[in-house]
């Protein structure tokens, strides 16, 4: 196996959307280089990651000289981002993931919350609609990107290439092979521009977040929310949990009307919190939650200890967000820490 590490001297990107949900987080970028679409049938030959540190980007890439080395050089890139809080991918919910679950099996079973770019693209922007597909290098270049490309060559050009290095061993054609991938890497940091092109609040309530919390490592997110629903009566939200998943359940939180459901054995999580529905409005009652949530009192839709969720059946995305990565940290750093 060999290790190939780089610095570019470029900013992190950020916005205040950004910061909302991943602020103090470490991230990622993720892309992986295999030799066919199954994991059943194919290998893991090459991992890139990208990872923001000290003001600039560090791209450290994981190259199996052979397919002998295939499960030593994904330990080593698995090892890499054990403490990595979000990976970005591309398409990675879809393909990578999998993929690295697939070959790695029970050593791939606790991986950071996975923003996928592609899904944000096709579901929650306006790109579909001019755009002739959604290829990360077709994206890249309808946001002015394509310049700082080098690589020319595609996924699966790269798997046959690598074939060929294989019996080859030709130093040309490994360099061609790492320069499709770092170049993937560089450009999907730079790619994360499009968030602000995309409805990034509603993709949220959809696709999920991850949540820290102080008392268990500075912030580090120990929850990753999955699912966020108002039902009839309830707004409910579940998800699942990493680093030192905790065993607890209440119906009442000290006084307050809602329910909770932490299981440790299947690293899950669940909670239903009553709301109010008249007029057309979903409300919450902050009062009756006992919490004070002053970040929440800049929206218009919080007045008077009342957080309006729901408008005539238009969800208020970004409101909805917000509380519940409050009320969860809440429920982490005070009542979980005191019954561990």
């Not at 946001?143 to 080098?150: A, E, I, P, S, V």
């Given at each position: 196996?060999?290790y190939?590490?780089?610095?570019i001297?470029?900013s992190p ?7 909302l949900?991943f602020?103090g987080m470490k991230i ?8 066919g ?14 990872t923001?540190e000290?003001?600039a980007l560090?791209a450290?890439?994981?190259f199996?000289e ?8 994904l330990?080593a890139?698995l090892d890499?981002?054990?403490?990595t809080?979000?990976?970005?991918t ?12 697939g ?5 791939a079973?606790d991986?950071p919350?996975?923003l996928?770019?592609?899904l944000?693209?096709?579901?929650y922007?306006?790109?579909?609609k001019?755009?002739?597909n959604?290829k990360?290098k077709?994206?890249e270049n309808?946001l ?5 490309r ?9 798997v046959?290439?690598y074939?060929?290095y294989?019996s080859?061993k030709?130093?040309?054609?490994k360099e061609t092979?790492?320069l499709h ?8 940091h730079r790619l994360l ?13 959809h696709?999920?977040?991850?949540v820290?919390?102080?008392a268990?490592?500075q912030?580090?997110p120990?929850?990753a929310?999955e699912?966020?629903s ?7 939200i579940t998800g ?6 905790a065993?607890?359940?209440?119906y ?5 009307p809602?329910s909770?459901?932490?299981s440790r054995s299947r ?5 239903a919190l009553?709301v109010?529905r008249?007029?057309g409005?979903t409300?919450?009652d902050?009062k009756?939650?006992?919490m004070?949530?002053?970040?929440l009192?800049?929206?218009p839709?919080?007045q ?8 005539q059946?238009e969800k208020?995305?970004l409101?909805i967000?917000?509380?519940?990565k409050l009320?969860l940290?809440?429920i ?7 019954n561990?």
């Amino acid at each position: 196996m060999e290790y190939i590490t780089d610095y570019i001297t470029e900013s992190p990107y950020t916005s205040r959307a950004f910061q909302l949900y991943f602020g103090g987080m470490k991230i990622s970028v993720l892309d992986i280089e295999t030799t066919g679409l199954s994991p059943k049938h194919s290998s893991f030959v090459l991992g890139g990651l990208l990872t923001p540190e000290s003001g600039a980007l560090k791209a450290e890439q994981f190259f199996a000289e052979d397919l002998s080395q295939e499960q030593e050089t994904l330990q080593a890139f698995l090892d890499a981002f054990s403490e990595t809080d979000v990976l970005i991918t591309y398409n990675g919910r879809h393909f990578d993931i999998p993929f690295i679950k697939g070959r790695a099996g029970q050593k791939a079973d606790d991986l950071p919350f996975n923003l996928d770019l592609y899904l944000l693209v096709k579901q929650y922007a306006p790109f579909r609609k001019f755009l002739p597909n959604l290829k990360q290098k077709t994206v890249e270049n309808f946001l002015g990107l394509w310049q700082d490309r080098k690589d020319e060559i595609s996924g699966k050009e790269s798997v046959e290439l690598y074939y060929q290095y294989l019996s080859r061993k030709d130093p040309e054609i490994k360099e061609t092979i790492l320069l499709h991938n770092y170049d993937d890497i560089l450009q999907l940091h730079r790619l994360l521009r499009v968030l602000e092109k995309t409805d990034l609040h509603r993709a949220m309530f959809h696709m999920g977040f991850p949540v820290g919390s102080q008392a268990f490592s500075q912030t580090r997110p120990v929850l990753a929310v999955e699912k966020i629903s108002l039902t009839q009566g309830f707004l409910e939200i579940t998800g699942r949990q990493r680093r030192r998943p905790a065993e607890y359940r209440r119906y009442e939180l000290e006084g307050i009307p809602c329910s909770a459901h932490f299981s440790r054995s299947r690293k899950t999580f669940s909670l239903a919190l009553p709301v109010i529905r008249q007029s057309g409005l979903t409300v919450l009652d902050l009062k009756a939650l006992r919490m004070e949530f002053p970040p929440l009192e800049k929206y218009p839709s919080c007045q008077q200890g009342f957080l309006i969720l729901e408008e005539q059946k238009e969800k208020h995305y970004l409101e909805i967000n917000h509380f519940t990565k409050l009320f969860l940290e809440r429920i982490l750093n005070q009542w979980i820490t005191k019954n561990q």
